[in-house]
């Protein structure tokens, strides 16, 4: 049984930063795609960066501003949020896929965590 828990999540003012973190308990999350989404009130859940088995990709919208990273020693993967802003305002959630799993829909991962909020004020 693969468990994911996010945490990080908050309230920050536009311009601010944040750091959520994933980690997993029943597998390693060195050996698997992970990949951060987010979901916005009314709105599909979209994806927001994934880490295979080699750089970060990254949504247009979020390109420049985050960082996806692995610790492998912690066996935590990291989303570093920088230049917040309102329209950034979700639930955030963190998810493994079997490599390699090259992509941003949700749908090629299987295990999910329950998520965090980050919540952006202008």
């Known amino acids: 049984q693969v468990r994911l828990v996010e945490s990080g999540g908050d309230s920050v003012q536009a311009g601010g930063s944040l750091r959520l973190s994933c980690v997993s308990s029943?597998?390693?999350?060195?050996?698997?795609?992970v990949g951060w989404f987010r979901q916005a009130p009314g709105k599909e859940r979209e994806g927001v960066s994934y880490?295979?088995?080699?750089?970060?990709v990254y949504a247009e919208s979020v390109k420049g501003r985050f960082t996806i990273s692995r610790d492998n020693v912690r066996d935590t993967v990291y989303l570093q949020m920088n230049n917040l802003k309102p329209e950034d305002t979700a639930v955030y959630y963190c998810?493994?896929?079997?490599?390699?799993?090259?992509?941003?829909?949700?749908?090629?991962?299987?295990?999910w965590g329950q998520g965090t909020q980050v919540t952006v004020s202008s």
């Open positions: 880490i295979s088995d080699g750089s970060g």
């Open positions: 998810a493994t896929g079997p490599l390699p799993v090259q992509s941003l829909d949700p749908r090629a991962y299987d295990y």
């Open positions: 029943g597998s390693s999350l060195s050996t698997r795609a």
